[in-house]
């Protein structure tokens, strides 16, 4: 079975301070692993991906196979990342996503 | 707009009506993905198709949900008999088709069951 743990439902953190939004992971074969974004009134979209290996929008995020973890990070917070992040999981000759339950990121000003 | 778009973005209907939820993919996309979400939760997959044909479906797919997307572009989604535990937040979501491809989702179809 597949399945992603996102500890924290709400999280708040003054601009300009660091961020990270935990993600744990069980998978029995080869994840991929994802964060998926999404602002007030607007779709799910895909912020950034494991194999990728970007930076999107000051964020990254490090695949820890040992700790089957995929923390979302960021260095310096700002205003307009406040929104809901959802970690997913999939893999090789598995199509579907697997999310977790996301985690509400609030920038305080 | 380019992406994936949903129709109606909202329904409202009472306990034992059928509806059907309407999904337009990304036009070069093959596959496509449903998936449902309840207050609280992350997406839960529903099912998915390759062009035509539907290759897997969830367990969370009930005998009264049926999906089909019979030339390979759009895809329906109906409910028969709806129950209250319906309502939820339907989304769907294309894919170019290769391995492990990121997955565009819709603005998703509001379901209120009365």
């Known amino acids: 079975a597949q399945r992603v743990t996102q500890p924290e439902k709400l999280l708040s953190v003054f601009k300009g301070a660091p961020v990270e939004l935990k993600c744990n992971y069980s998978?029995?074969?080869?994840?991929?692993l994802f964060w998926y974004v999404q602002y007030s009134r607007q779709r799910l979209q895909l912020l950034l991906r494991?194999?990728s290996r970007e930076s999107i929008k000051g964020f990254t995020a490090d695949l820890n196979k040992g700790e089957t973890s995929f923390h979302l990070k960021k260095p310096f917070a700002q205003e307009e990342d406040s929104a809901m992040y959802y970690c997913a999981l999939t893999g090789f000759g598995n199509e579907k996503l697997t999310f977790g339950t996301g985690t509400r990121l609030t920038i305080i000003p | 707009d380019t992406g994936v778009s949903q129709n109606p973005r909202h329904k409202i209907t009472k306990r034992g009506q059928n509806v059907t939820f309407r999904c337009d993919p990304i036009s070069e996309h093959n596959r496509l993905y449903w998936y449902r979400q309840t207050l609280g939760q992350g997406p839960e997959f529903l099912t998915y198709?390759?062009?035509?044909?539907?290759?897997?479906k969830s367990r969370l797919l009930s005998d009264r949900f049926s999906a089909e997307r019979p030339k390979g572009s759009f895809s329906t989604l109906e409910i028969q008999r709806t129950e209250q535990g319906d309502s939820a937040m339907y989304l769907c979501a294309s894919s170019f088709g290769g391995v492990i491809d990121t997955q565009y989702f819709g603005p998703g179809t509001r379901l209120t069951v009365l």
């Open positions: 998978y029995s074969g080869s994840p991929e």
């Open positions: 494991h194999i």
């Open positions: 198709f390759q062009n035509e044909a539907q290759l897997e």
